[in-house]
């Protein structure tokens, strides 16, 4: 199954059928306006060709110069990205320095290096990040969806999760994500503080309090905590 087949009309699908004796099935949806798709393929495509015969020809050399533009974009927001930083970060010099069109692409990729997906952001995302690099103030942030957050560090826009909060509930505790519990700040993939082999934790570990049955795993044995 190959769908969609952009790049021919319908009337040259439907010739390919004839001169080959294929046969094809019709969905009957095909013809429920209902579908957004369909009103546009029904009513408006129609309306648009009376105006310009060339109507699909222009829209899908449109859409393939959009295509090119975007692959372009990525390309030079990748090529924005210093290496040797931590994931998820970037000097607010180059944010602020770069052109406003690559700030969206930027705050994606930043975004997808902290876990993040960049199908949640739009516009408003980029344009609050982009005000919040232009003011620069520390400690400022913007959330961002997905439970993820903007914030400036000392010349550095950063990208991470979002701190959560529970006093007897449980939360999953995932790489370079900080929660609050009862009091305790809780990192995972950070220098600070007390550390565990991670090897020895299944991911991602789970922080709440004790529950009946418990146990912890000694060098000689199992113990039960109480």
């Not at 030079?76 to 040797?84: C, D, K, S, T």
């Not at 739009?122 to 919040?132: E, G, N, P």
């Not at 400036?152 to 826009?157: H, R």
Request: hydrophobic fraction near 35%.
């Amino acid at each position: 199954i190959i769908r969609p087949l952009l790049g021919a009309s319908r009337g040259e699908i439907e010739e390919y059928d004839c001169i080959n004796g294929l046969e094809y099935a019709v969905d009957a949806t095909n013809f429920d306006e209902n579908y957004s798709r369909n009103r546009i393929r029904l009513s408006v495509m129609p309306q648009l060709r009376m105006i310009n015969g060339r109507a699909d020809e222009n829209i899908l050399a449109l859409s393939r110069v959009i295509d090119e533009t975007r692959d372009f974009m990525w390309s030079q927001a990748e090529g924005l990205l210093p290496p040797g930083r931590r994931g998820g970060e970037l000097p607010l010099e180059i944010m602020t320095s770069c052109h406003p069109a690559l700030r969206y692409y930027l705050l994606c990729l930043l975004l997808e290096e902290a876990g993040g997906s960049r199908r949640d952001i739009k516009r408003i995302h980029s344009d609050a990040v982009s005000a919040l690099a232009e003011n620069g103030r520390v400690s400022s942030y913007a959330d961002l969806p997905g439970g993820f957050r903007a914030g400036i560090s000392y010349g550095l826009l950063r990208i991470s999760r979002r701190e959560e909060e529970t006093l007897d509930g449980e939360i999953k505790l995932y790489p370079g994500r900080t929660v609050t519990w009862n009091g305790w700040r809780i990192s995972a993939g950070t220098e600070a503080g007390t550390a565990f082999c991670s090897d020895a934790v299944s991911f991602p570990p789970t922080v709440r309090s004790r529950q009946p049955g418990d146990v912890i795993q000694l060098g000689f044995g199992r113990k039960n905590i109480k």
